[in-house]
Structure formats: structure tokens, C-alpha cells
């Protein structure tokens, strides 16, 4: 396990770390959080045996704009476009369907990690950067120490500004909205 710094040399090194199928500890605009790319099912695994987390469970996906989330074949209905204008990037997660399954997307407000998940492709599966049940990690240190050791890389970006996960919303076809989890922005 290595420490990088937030820069163009650790962007280049997280991305061929992700790249070749290794799990990566990040920061957000939220919280820290540990990445896999999507096409290494086993690194998708790896996140949750290092989170300690029930693979029932779903993972969400960050990704770096919402033409990523287009290209990865989910089409966001009206009130999910209205959503995703107001507070894309930000700290709003939306659980999105296409015809054949259920996933939640998020676009970070956090420069380098959407450059990151640009140059691995779009979209990568991301999680906090703890043990399921614990705290979140603000800050490189506490990711390392709760979850980083069993990472490939940690990536220190300092103090995430938001201190709070992302809100989750489930929007229906009918443009109905329910919320998951309330997090850092208030829905209301």
C-alpha cells in the first residue's frame, strides 16, 4: 500500500491503479471514500470484503458528469435531470432504473476525483472509506487506518470539505421522489 498526494502524479498513479483492477482509497467533496472500477468485478468484490459490508448491499457509482451516467446506459427522467442541474457535482446521490437493473449515481463537487473517474472511464463503483458501521473518514489518516491498509493506494487530499455523506433518492419512473438517506443536502 502506498500514499499519494491529490495531484497530476497521484491522479496518474490512482488511475493505473484502478486501471489494473486495484482498489484505491479516494477523497470526495463528502467524505473519503474506496473505489473499484466496474469492469474488475473482483476489485468491486475486494471493496466489500475491505468494508466489512453485506453484499446485499448495493454500491453506488461516482461519476465524473452526467453524460457518463448516460453513457453507462441510464437515462434520467425530467425531475431527475432537474435534480442532478441543481446539485451535480455536489453531495446528491440518485438511485436511477433502466430496463434492466437499479443503480445510484453520484458526481463529486471535487475537481480531481472527477478527473480521476474521467480517465478510468466515466463512472467508478465507490463506497465510504470505513468499516460498515463506523464513522466516515474525513481525512487520508482515518481512511488509512480504518480500511486503507487493505487498499493498494491512498490518495490524501486532506480534510474533505463536506464532513457529510451525499442525500440518496430514489426516483420512480413517474418522477416520484424517496428519500434513502438524508445527508448532506436537505431535500425539503
Given amino acids: 500500500m502506498k500514499i499519494v498526494g491529490c495531484d497530476s502524479t497521484g491522479l496518474e498513479i490512482a488511475a493505473k491503479t484502478l486501471l489494473e483492477g486495484g482498489v484505491v482509497v479516494i477523497p470526495t467533496d463528502t467524505v473519503y471514500g474506496i473505489a473499484a472500477h466496474p469492469n474488475f468485478p473482483e476489485a468491486v468484490n475486494r471493496l466489500y470484503t475491505i468494508k466489512g459490508r453485506s453484499e446485499k448491499k448495493p454500491i453506488a457509482f461516482l461519476a ?9 446506459g441510464f437515462k434520467l427522467n425530467s425531475k431527475a435531470t432537474e435534480l442532478a442541474d441543481c446539485h451535480w ?18 458526481v463529486p463537487n471535487f475537481e480531481w476525483t472527477r478527473k480521476l ?16 458501521g463506523s464513522q466516515a473518514a474525513l481525512e487520508a489518516t482515518e481512511a488509512l487506518n480504518s480500511v486503507g491498509l ?6 490524501d487530499g486532506g480534510v474533505s470539505p ?4 451525499s442525500t440518496v433518492v430514489a426516483i420512480s419512473s ?10 448532506a443536502i436537505n431535500i425539503e
Fill in 64 to 72: 465524473s458528469d452526467i453524460d457518463a451516467v448516460i453513457r453507462y
Fill in 89 to 106: 457535482p455536489g453531495a446528491l446521490t440518485l438511485v436511477l432504473s433502466n430496463n434492466n437493473s437499479t443503480e445510484a449515481f453520484r
Fill in 174 to 183: 413517474s418522477g416520484e421522489l424517496k428519500i434513502l438517506r438524508q445527508g
Fill in 117 to 132: 473517474i474521467e480517465k478510468c472511464g466515466g463512472v467508478l463503483k465507490v463506497t465510504s472509506a470505513n468499516l460498515s
Fill in 162 to 165: 463536506g464532513g457529510v455523506a
Fill in 150 to 155: 487493505s487498499s493498494d493506494l491512498v490518495v
